[in-house]
């Protein structure tokens, strides 16, 4: 079978070398002009879940990105305030259905968020425990947030292209 990753980045590479820009936007348009050439050519391979796994980790990606920035604009607003508006609590997420992989990757985007933090998992990996400094919609908007995006986001990036529990 055909590793299409290590291709995009040969592709990538030989971009690079033929334009002789071998610098980090060199080998980033290189990547993307040779992601294009491999989408176009699809129908000429064995299909794959390459494209849904790429477009996914874009995804998530953009999502984190915008979440982080969500929630930093929040703690800092909540900082600078004389009184502070925090209301901090403890949420039981569950994590029954994913792999060890797929509950570290959630794990680490909690606790890089700024205003939450994973405290544990659960002896049975069915359960994370997160610290979450705002529950003003309570804990079951912040659970429905977390199962609804970013654990759909995970399972498909790192589930193999899947969006299925």
Known sequence: MINLLAVNVLLAIAWAAFNDTFSLSG????????????????????PTSYF???TGILELIFY??????QSSVRV??????????????IVAV???????????TLANLITLTP???TLEVSDDKKTLYVHCMFLDDGPEA??????DNQK???????GGGTDAA
């Open 27 to 46: 080998l980033v348009v290189g990547f993307v002009t040779a992601f294009g050439a491999l989408w176009v050519a699809q129908p000429l391979y064995r």
């Open 52 to 54: 849904q796994q790429v």
């Open 64 to 69: 984190f990105l915008w979440d982080l920035i």
């Open 76 to 89: 800092l607003i909540d900082v600078l305030r004389p009184q502070s508006r925090s209301r901090p609590g």
């Open 94 to 104: 569950s994590t029954e259905g994913m792999s060890d992989v797929q509950i570290l």
């Open 115 to 117: 205003g939450t933090l």
């Open 142 to 147: 912040v659970r429905r947030g977390i199962e």
């Open 152 to 158: 759909r986001l995970i399972r498909r990036v790192v």
